[in-house]
């Protein structure tokens, strides 16, 4: 399996904990989100680049499993990978760990390349693109993780 590729390192803060005591599930959206940041930095689309080109991309669907707590201080990463991809859209599957290894949770997005000016989707500027391929290449899971494609439902007892 080809490793995942880390994005952040950080620590849940104070202000992320909520009534019960954990992180509240609103923050891991924001981790993530984070994330995202990163992978935008890694592809060239800077702030610099959203303006001069009036590119950008857009979250089209996100899904996140919640499997175990975080507590306040608590050390936390978010790893990426590559599940696919097309010339306009990214498929990604991020997780967070805390400490000692523990998988906390898990955000299967879907992302778009979007032309700021007609405000529709369009294709990545080929720099982009070379940088989501090469990155593809480097990190896209063996095997799927079993979280990718769930559906959501209350499944019955027979």
Known sequence: MREAKLLIQD???EAWIDYNGHMNDAEYVRAFSQGVDQLMSMIGLTEDFLVKRKYTIYTLENHICYLDEMKQNEPFEVFM???DYDNKRIHLFFELYGENGKRAATSEQLLMGIN???GKASPFPEEMFTHIQ???AKHTPSETPKEVGRIIGIRKKK
Do not use: D, F, H, P
Request: neutral net charge; hydrophobic residues 40%; proline residues 0%.
């Open 116 to 118: 700021q000016e007609k």
């Open 81 to 83: 990978n590559v599940i």
């Open 134 to 136: 090469e990155l593809a």
């Open 11 to 13: 620590r849940v803060s």
